[in-house]
């Protein structure tokens, strides 16, 4: 059974940062893409941003390129998301997510399994 567990979310200024962890239990991740999705209220899950979990190699949406870093520690299982100059506009809950294979995708029908997912509230 896979696990993804998300941390990290919060209540942040804007201008701040926040890092958001995913700790993954429950098999071998080495071949497999790993992403984050959120969803703002009254608004569809959108891409974040995905990495290969033995590659290294990231994704990132318009929206948070140079503001956003997705990274991951094999030894641990667990992927982050260091979110620095947040906005309001990035107010959401935020999912982890596993993808079906090693490639890096941006929709979210190419991942199989998804965490509970954190909520991230950015004030003005």
């Known amino acids: 059974q896979v696990q993804l567990v998300e941390s990290g979310g919060g209540l942040v200024q804007a201008g701040g940062s926040l890092r958001l962890s995913c700790a993954a239990s429950g098999r071998t991740f080495s071949s497999y893409a790993m992403g984050w999705f959120r969803q703002a209220p009254g608004k569809e899950r959108a891409f974040v941003a995905a990495?290969?979990?033995?590659?290294?190699?990231?994704s990132y949406a318009d929206s948070v390129k140079g503001r956003f870093t997705i990274s991951r520690d094999s030894a641990k299982n667990t992927v982050y998301l260091q979110m620095n100059s947040l906005k309001p506009e990035d107010t959401a809950v935020y999912y982890c997510?596993?993808?079906?294979?090693?490639?890096?995708?941006?929709?979210?029908?190419?991942?199989?399994?998804w965490g509970q997912g954190t909520q991230v509230t950015v004030s003005s």
């Open positions: 997510a596993k993808g079906r294979d090693s490639s890096i995708r941006r929709m979210d029908y190419a991942y199989d399994y």
């Open positions: 990495i290969t979990w033995s590659g290294g190699s990231t």
